[in-house]
C-alpha cells in the first residue's frame, strides 16, 4: 500500500511539474522556477495533492546527491585562469559583503551566532542553474555580464562547500564552546580527505576495468557506486551526503572518463533534481504571505535589492560599464537552489533544527519568490539601466572608469572595432595591413592588452554610451564593426550610433538569423549572422568534396 501512494505521489508530482513548466514556457518561466510553482501548488499548503511530502524525501535527497555531484564534475577548470579575475574578487567581493550584511542585520533582530550564519550562507548563493540557463539560451555567456555572472556563480559554487561543512559544527555549537567548531569541522576535513584520496586512486580503475568491458549498463552501475558510495562514506564523519557527492564529482572530473559519466548521469539527475525542486515548492506556505504579507514583502525587497546592490558596487570595483554592472546585479539578485540544499542539508544532519522558529518560514518563502521573479528582473534590466544611464552623475562616475584618457584625438576616417575577439583581431590586422588604422574598444582589460602589445589604439569601455562614442570620436569614423557577443549591447549600440552618427557605416556580427532583423530596423548597413556563414561555409566544403569525386566505375 505503501508503495501505491509513492507512486500516486510521484505520478502527480511529475504530471504537475510538466503542465506548469509548459505553461510557464509561455510566459518566459524558467523549468526550475516552473517546479518550484508546481510543488506549491500541488503541496499540502494549497490543494493538498501530495499530503505528506515526507513519502518522496528520500528520492528529492538523491536529487541534491546527483545534482552537487553535476556541480563538481561539471566545474569548468579549464575556464578557471580566463575567469580568474571576476571569479575571486568579484566572488568574494560578493560573497563577503552579502554574508557580512545578512549576518549583522540577524544580529542586530536578535538571532543567535548559529542561526545568524545559517540565514547568511542561504543569503550568499543565487541560483546556478536558472541564470545559466538564461545566459545561454540569449547567447550572453560571453557578453561582459555573462563573464561576469559565470565567475561570481563559480566562487559561489566553490564557497558552498565549505559552508556545507560547517552546518554540523554549527550545531554542535548551540550546545557547547565554539572550540567545539573547530574540532567538528577538523575531524570532518580529515575523513573527507581520506575519503577522497581514496575514491581517487579507486573510482579510475574501477571505472577503467569496467570501461573495458564495453557493457553500458556495468558502466552506469559503476558511477551510481562512485558517486553514492563516497557520499554515503563522507556522511559516517557527519559530513552531508550532498558534499560527499560533490567531491565525488571533483574526483571523476579528473578522470578520462569524466564526459561519459556525465552523459550517462544527466538524464537520471535531470528526473531526481526535478523531484527535489518540486518537493521545495511543497515546501512554500501560501498562508504566509496572507497572514504576514509586509513582513514577506519587506524581506524579499531587502534581499533582492540588498543583493543587487552589493553586486553592482563589486561590479564597478571591477571597473564594468553601468550597463553591465545593472544587468549582472539583477541576473544575480535571487536565492539560489543551493540556500535550500543547505536548509535541507542543516535539517538531514540534525545541525540546526528549529534554530530559526517561525523565521525559516519566511525565509523559505522569500527564497523561493526570488527565484520565481528571476525572469521578471532580467527582464526589467535594460529598463533600469537606461533609466540609471540618464542620470547624469551616475554616468560621469561609471562613465570615467570605462574611459582611456590616454587614446589620442583628432583622427578622422578611422574603422572602430568593437570586439578584439578572434574575429576583431583578424579585421584588425588586415585593416593595417591595407593602411587603415584601427581604433579597438572592449571590456576585456585582457584584450585590451593584446590589442596595445599589437600596436592598436585601444580603448576600454562599453560602447553602448555616448560617452564612450564620443571618446572614439565616431562621428569622425568612416565604419564601426560590432563584433560583441550580447544580443541586446548590439540593438542599443546601433541606435545609439545612428543618433549621434548618422552617416557612420556600421556593421554587425550576430549570433543568430532571428536577430537580424531587429538590428536591420535599429539602423544597421551590413548585418552578418555568424550561424548562417558557418552554415553556408561547412555546405561549400562538403559539395566541393562531393562534386569533386570521382565517378564510381
Given at each position: 500500500m505503501h508503495e501505491l501512494s509513492l507512486l500516486h505521489d510521484l505520478v502527480v508530482i511529475?504530471?504537475?511539474?510538466?503542465?506548469?513548466?509548459?505553461?510557464?514556457?509561455?510566459i518566459g518561466l524558467p523549468s526550475l522556477a516552473g517546479m518550484i510553482v508546481a510543488g506549491a501548488l500541488i503541496g499540502p499548503h494549497a490543494l493538498g495533492l501530495i499530503g505528506d511530502p515526507t513519502r518522496v524525501s528520500a528520492l528529492a535527497e538523491i536529487g541534491v546527491v546527483l545534482l552537487l555531484f553535476g556541480v563538481g564534475i561539471e566545474l569548468p577548470f579549464g575556464r578557471l585562469r580566463e575567469l580568474f579575475r571576476p571569479m575571486v574578487v568579484g566572488g568574494s567581493l560578493q560573497v563577503l559583503c552579502t554574508g557580512a550584511i545578512a549576518f549583522a542585520l540577524c544580529r542586530a533582530f536578535g538571532f543567535g551566532m548559529p542561526s545568524s550564519l545559517l540565514v547568511s550562507?542561504?543569503?550568499?548563493?543565487?541560483?546556478?542553474?536558472?541564470?545559466?540557463?538564461?545566459?545561454?539560451g540569449e547567447g550572453a555567456l560571453e557578453a561582459p555580464h555573462g563573464r561576469q555572472m559565470l565567475g561570481i556563480l563559480l566562487f559561489q559554487d566553490v564557497c558552498v562547500v565549505p559552508m556545507?561543512?560547517?552546518?554540523?559544527?554549527?550545531?554542535?555549537?548551540?550546545q557547547?564552546?565554539?572550540?567545539?567548531?573547530l574540532l567538528s569541522l577538523s575531524r570532518s576535513l580529515v575523513v573527507l580527505a581520506l575519503v577522497v584520496l581514496i575514491a581517487r586512486f579507486l573510482a579510475p580503475k574501477l571505472l577503467h576495468a569496467v570501461a573495458r568491458t564495453r557493457q553500458r549498463d556495468v558502466f552506469v552501475l559503476s558511477v551510481f557506486v562512485v558517486v553514492i558510495g563516497t557520499a554515503w562514506a563522507a556522511s559516517l564523519a557527519d559530513v552531508s551526503l550532498a558534499l560527499?557527492?560533490?567531491?565525488?564529482?571533483?574526483?571523476?572530473?579528473?578522470?578520462?572518463?569524466?564526459?561519459?559519466?556525465?552523459?550517462e548521469l544527466?538524464?537520471?539527475r535531470e528526473v531526481f533534481a526535478s523531484l527535489f525542486f518540486v518537493t521545495a515548492g511543497m515546501l512554500l506556505d501560501g498562508a504566509l504571505l496572507v497572514a504576514h504579507p509586509l513582513a514577506v514583502l519587506g524581506l524579499f525587497c531587502a534581499l533582492v535589492l540588498g543583493k543587487a546592490l552589493v553586486v553592482m558596487l563589486a561590479c564597478a570595483w571591477m571597473r564594468l560599464s553601468l550597463r553591465a554592472s545593472v544587468l549582472t546585479a539583477l541576473g544575480l539578485a535571487q536565492v539560489g537552489e543551493f540556500a535550500l540544499v543547505l536548509l535541507e542539508t542543516a535539517h538531514g544532519s540534525g545541525a540546526l533544527a528549529g534554530a530559526l522558529g517561525a523565521f525559516e518560514g519566511e525565509l523559505l518563502t522569500v527564497s523561493i519568490l526570488s527565484m520565481i521573479a528571476t525572469p521578471l528582473l532580467a527582464a526589467l534590466a535594460p529598463q533600469v539601466a537606461d533609466l540609471l544611464e540618464r542620470m547624469p552623475r551616475l554616468r560621469r562616475l561609471w562613465g570615467a572608469r570605462d574611459s582611456d584618457p590616454a587614446l589620442p584625438h583628432g583622427r578622422s576616417g578611422h574603422v572602430i572595432i568593437a570586439g578584439y575577439g578572434v574575429a576583431g583581431r583578424a579585421l584588425a590586422l588586415c585593416l593595417a595591413g591595407e593602411g587603415v588604422a584601427p581604433v579597438i574598444v572592449d571590456l576585456n582589460q585582457k584584450l585590451i592588452g593584446a590589442a596595445i602589445e599589437d600596436g592598436f589604439s585601444a580603448c576600454f569601455g562599453d560602447v553602448t554610451t555616448p560617452e564612450i562614442l564620443e571618446q572614439l570620436e565616431v562621428e569622425r569614423a568612416r565604419e564601426l564593426v560590432l563584433l560583441i557577443s550580447d544580443p541586446t549591447a548590439l540593438e542599443r549600440a546601433v541606435t545609439l550610433v545612428r543618433r549621434v552618427a548618422p552617416k557612420v557605416i556600421v556593421t554587425v556580427r550576430a549570433r543568430y538569423e532571428g536577430e537580424l532583423p531587429g538590428l536591420r530596423a535599429a539602423g544597421a548597413d551590413h548585418v552578418v549572422a555568424a550561424e548562417i556563414e558557418a552554415g553556408q561555409a561547412i555546405t561549400a566544403q562538403v559539395m566541393e568534396r562531393h562534386t569533386r569525386r570521382p565517378p564510381a566505375a
Open positions: 511529475f504530471m504537475a511539474a510538466i503542465a506548469v513548466s509548459l505553461l510557464g514556457a509561455r550562507f542561504c543569503a550568499i548563493p543565487s541560483s546556478t542553474a536558472i541564470v545559466l540557463r538564461r545566459l545561454h556545507m561543512l560547517l552546518l554540523p559544527a554549527l550545531g554542535e555549537a548551540g557547547s564552546d565554539p572550540r567545539a567548531i560527499g557527492a560533490f567531491m565525488a564529482g571533483v574526483v571523476i572530473s579528473g578522470s578520462a572518463y569524466r564526459h561519459q559519466a556525465l552523459g544527466t538524464p537520471f
